[in-house]
């Protein structure tokens, strides 16, 4: 993702990344373990991506990744828990930016930094977080895994809005609706930076479509 979990251990989609900085805590074969699990996870991606979802084997990823098929399956059952390890990944960058972020930003700001801070992560190069992202956003068999990501992103970004609202009865409502609108934002924005084919930057369109969304509702 070599060196891999037993099988009494649980699926990777339930078990969350590692932060790089706690990764000095960690023994060296647990460290091990975690750099095959990432090498496993980006090397079917990237395989997923190139061929598409429904016409890559299990046997094809598995001899992308160097390994058996009975050891593939017994840390992904199916191939759609290979992108759900993906997208946990992405949900725990961003949760982590979230718990970090700063008390004196404005609340958009606070959604943007936290869903700008992702970007990077996505893959090694951009044409390859584009082909990723495509993956996810236009596989029918992965939109169950797309609306859970998405669902996951909503609920940090809510909780931590809270703390820059004012008190109210409508705090917790309006923390969901700002999340929500912050969501719809990102996902304008992926579908704008598909349809460019990644000419321009993701970050760069994401700014623009929350200016453009601060516009609106001003207007």
């Excluded at 992702?118 to 992202?133: D, Q, S």
Aim: hydrophobic share 45%.
């Amino acid at each position: 993702m070599g060196v891999f979990l037993s099988v009494s251990t649980p699926p990777l989609r339930a078990r969350r990344a590692v932060p790089a900085d706690d990764r000095g805590n960690l023994s060296r074969r647990e460290a091990r373990r975690l750099e095959t699990q990432e090498a496993l996870i980006e090397a079917a991606m990237r395989l997923l991506s190139e061929k598409g979802f429904e016409e890559t084997t299990v046997d094809e990823i598995a001899a992308a990744a160097g390994i058996s098929r009975r050891t593939l399956f017994r840390h992904f059952p199916t191939k759609a828990d290979i992108v759900t390890a993906w997208t946990q990944k992405m949900t725990d960058i961003l949760t982590s930016h979230v718990d970090e972020g700063r008390p004196d930003l404005c609340v958009q700001d606070v959604i943007c930094a936290a869903l700008e801070a992702v970007v990077p992560h996505m893959a090694k190069t951009r044409a390859e977080a584009l082909a990723f992202v495509r993956l996810i956003e236009r596989t029918p068999g992965l939109r169950s895994v797309s609306l859970q990501k998405y669902a996951q992103w909503e609920e940090s970004l809510a909780s931590v809005i809270l703390d820059h609202l004012p008190l109210s009865d409508d705090r917790p409502l309006a923390a969901r609706v700002a999340a929500r609108s912050g969501i719809a934002a990102f996902r304008t924005a992926v579908d704008e930076w598909i349809r460019v084919k990644g000419r321009i930057g993701l970050v760069s369109i994401l700014r623009h479509v929350f200016a453009l969304q601060r516009d609106c509702f001003r207007s």
